[in-house]
């Protein structure tokens, strides 16, 4: 079981957030079109992202296990602890005293952490491991 993933952890500040400006119509990503006007409409990526404050935090991912899910070393995820755990949500999981973050895939009669890259083995849940699933993946950010 090859895990040794690392987290980072971080509690949103959703009290003190910085409103953006925010282009609320989108940016066509295929042919060019002239520049959206501001029209004064302003986000705060906290208050977009975080829908349970009390239950909700920020991790820093580390690995390349969840690359095919889109998470990235370096990658900030939201985690939200309050949304219940079912087959194919991303989670942090607590397992044998290390965290991770994999797919849950549960299968009739067990329960496997499913990475997203080929490199790595999924991990199948026995009544030998200690698993806490710590909470739910709800967003990633990344810097391009």
Known sequence: MQLKQE??????????????????????????????DFDGTKISIDQLVVKNEAATFYAKASGHSMIGAGIDD???????????????????????????????????DCVYLQPENPKFQPIKVTEDNDLIIWGIVTYVVKKV
């Open 7 to 36: 987290l980072t952890f971080f509690i949103p500040d959703v009290e003190n957030t910085k409103e953006i400006p925010f282009i609320k119509d989108g940016i066509k990503a295929g042919f060019p079109s002239p520049a959206a």
């Open 74 to 108: 370096g990658d900030i995820l939201v985690i939200d602890r309050s949304i219940e755990p079912t087959d194919n949500k991303i989670a942090v999981c607590f397992i044998d005293g290390d965290f991770t973050i994999k797919r849950i895939k549960i299968e009739e």
